[in-house]
């Protein structure tokens, strides 16, 4: 916190408050929360826009999951070819 000697004097430079540079010190302009001066149907419209955000970018990654990764090779190699075919041939 800042020292209550340092605030008045600054108080008494500046001409205002005590309570005036202390509001000046821990609340400027730029702390005031932007939801704060927002209507109701712009509030509305910012929470479904982040839900909208949130539900919709990892559906669209989980549809477009084939096409962001290769597709993987499905074929036995050439040994276990051969011991299917073996025992294929064996049954019959």
């Known amino acids: 916190m800042i020292h209550r000697a340092f605030i008045n004097q600054v108080a ?9 540079v202390i509001r000046q010190i821990h609340k400027g302009q730029e702390a005031t929360p932007p ?15 982040i839900c909208g955000a949130f539900v919709i970018y990892p559906t669209s990654v ?8 290769p597709k993987p090779d499905n074929s036995l190699n ?6 299917r075919e073996r ?5 019959h």
């Open 12 to 20: 008494r430079r500046a001409g205002g408050s005590e309570l005036q």
């Open 35 to 49: 939801m704060r001066f927002m209507s109701m149907p712009e509030r509305f419209g910012l929470y479904f826009f």
């Open 62 to 69: 989980l549809m477009r999951l084939d096409n962001l990764r």
């Open 78 to 83: 050439e040994e276990a070819l051969a011991e």
């Open 87 to 91: 025992r294929i041939a064996a049954r």
